[in-house]
């Protein structure tokens, strides 16, 4: 692989570790700094989304015109940087970004800054929580950047560190169950994930990590059949796709509300983007022989959600349930192995992380009032908190797919891109969105119509710092559902070389 020239890579690397910088600071500054934590968090989460959005807007230019990387991988990556690392092992720092991971690595830009707003009135050991969402921002970042398996795993577990801890300490009163949970899954996964990663390196014709060296091989069908099971139960218990989906649940109704907007926002897109990246790019032969497979679990995925949301009383075990549903159109898309449906995959993980993430600041924004998430205990908030249901409304019809709005384009290409080969599964998610209707409605009133109950009118609207958070995910919704081609043409010239070797 070669590497780009200029300052767009060094804006890539300033943009991947500025947070881990932010951290130190805010842990060496003696005294008490909580005021001076929240700050350093919010200007190096906010310098680090107008990087992300700098480099978005170039890439978006340069995509369609493929870069210096060898035709034989299907990947195209720009700002580049490529440094030989562990020189015995042939590991390299190599990062970059294409029109596969430039909208993820946004997407984890947009929502650790809003994160970091509206956590701001966080007083339980600040200094550290603070810190810990820097670290996290640097970990996913290197998640959709690494072009090194190494590196990649690495980034990878890097994460649950500073998720379990956030989990762990702030979470509600079954935190430590939901935390362990989590990390107890998550490596269970990650250990799959690094036996066929070795098994990968070693049955390269030169042994590499390098993904775009990797995906341009061709493996013995029976190397490929258990890579891909082995990286599969990895990114499966992420995504997360159904039998491994137990633990997100309770991490999402125990998590902090910042939390569970990056952990729906982008973490659970991170099992996504590998399947797409190493098992759908690396191992051709071995995908089309499970696509079935796939193809099934996603439809389980999307009817077991969305069935099992209708059944929830606890407003986070909704949103959390709707996004086991959500993710399974993702998996429905990236099966049908198209340009389009591929496509779809990719727009969905993208929508997907704004609207839940704004379906969940918005139940944070009830609860921090109200001091509960039972849905039979709510009604008639309409009138003390109408921006609040405006905005739930919003999240609400993007959620299942109203046209206009982000959720629409997303499920339509995932649609009309798996139709052709996943006929009945394809009806199946789209008779979905009814179900999804239903209880997304249905949940609007109950807790926002209907007669106000008198504990309830004492309780205000959303802060002016909360309307800014709330409202930057609302334009994202409404700009990305009327002008798509704004990620479009970049997410489909990562795609179509991609498909094009099916």
Known sequence: MTYDTGPLPALLNIAIWLPVAGAILIAIIPGNVDRVARWIAAITSL??????????????VLAPFGSSVSVTSPWSPHFVTNLPWLQQLNVHYAVGLDGLSGPMFLLNA????????????TTLRTREYFALVLVLETAVAGVFSSLDLFLFFLFWELELIPMYLLIGI??????????????LYTIAGSAFMLVGIIILYLSAPARS?????????????????????????????KVPIFPFHTWLPDAHTEAPTAMSVLLAGVLLKM??????????????????????????????????????????????????????????????????LTPIGLEGAVFQMFTHGTITGLLFMVVGLVYDRTHTRRIADLGGLAARMPIVTIVFVIAALASLGLPGLSGFVAEFLVFIGSFPRWGVGTILGVITIAITAGYMLWLVERVFWGPEKPQWQHLGDASAREIMAISALVLVIVLVGVFPGLLGTMISSAMAPLAARY
């Open 47 to 60: 310098a680090v989304l107008c990087i992300a959005l700098y480099l978005l807007a170039v890439l978006g």
């Open 110 to 121: 947009l929502l650790v800054f809003l994160a970091v707003v509206i956590s701001w009135n």
């Open 170 to 183: 702030w979470g509600g009163e079954r935190r430590e169950n939901a935390a362990m949970k989590f990390i």
């Open 209 to 237: 990590f390098d993904m775009m060296y990797l995906s341009a091989q061709q493996f013995a069908p029976g190397v490929q059949a258990v890579v891909w099971v082995l990286l599969f139960i990895g990114f499966a218990v």
């Open 271 to 336: 099992g996504a983007y590998g399947l797409i990246r190493m098992n759908v790019g690396i191992l051709p032969d071995a995908t089309r022989d499970y696509a079935m497979t796939l193809a099934v679990l996603a439809v389980i995925n999307i009817l077991y959600g969305a069935l099992v949301a209708m059944m929830q009383t606890d407003l986070k075990r909704v949103i959390a349930n709707s996004s086991i549903s959500h993710m399974g159109y993702v998996i429905l898309g990236a099966s049908a």
